[in-house]
């Protein structure tokens, strides 16, 4: 596999399309510049839109053939969960769609 170019290869004689082996997640820049997109009346952050933003810029990043984000009850799980702390809502959401996303 080339270190930036997805491989195709065959299973079942099907195209098989194998992403990068190296996850590229955000940086602290990328996080805090998603955040401030994602405010309202004078800095309230949208957590909804801000888990979906970052979800597509980790996508957009990490291009796969397959891509498995969130479901709706998922964001809103973390959201609830981490409803204080931004942060870690971010580094818990990448790391689900790490997970999800590398084989």
Same mark, same amino acid.
């Given at each position: 596999?080339? !270190?930036?170019?997805?491989? @195709?290869?065959?299973? $079942? $004689? @099907?195209?098989?399309? /194998?992403?990068? @082996?190296?996850?590229?997640?955000? *940086?602290?820049?990328?996080?805090? /510049? *998603?955040?401030?997109?994602?405010t309202y009346d004078g800095g309230k952050v949208s957590w909804n839109l801000f888990g979906l933003a970052i979800e597509s =810029?980790? =996508?957009? =990043?990490? %291009?796969? !053939?397959?891509?498995?984000?969130? %479901?709706?009850? &998922?964001?809103? $799980?973390?959201?609830?969960?981490?409803? #204080?702390?931004?942060? *870690?809502?971010?580094? &818990?959401?990448? #790391?689900?769609?790490?997970?999800?996303?590398?084989?």
């Open positions: 596999m080339d !270190n930036d170019q997805a491989v @195709k290869t065959y299973s $079942g $004689g @099907k195209p098989n399309y /194998t992403q990068p @082996k190296e996850w590229e997640g955000l *940086t602290e820049d990328e996080r805090m /510049t *998603t955040m401030e997109n994602c =810029k980790l =996508k957009e =990043k990490n %291009t796969c !053939n397959a891509w498995h984000g969130f %479901t709706d009850p &998922e964001i809103r $799980g973390l959201v609830h969960q981490y409803r #204080d702390d931004p942060f *870690t809502l971010v580094m &818990e959401a990448a #790391d689900m769609l790490m997970e999800r996303n590398i084989s």
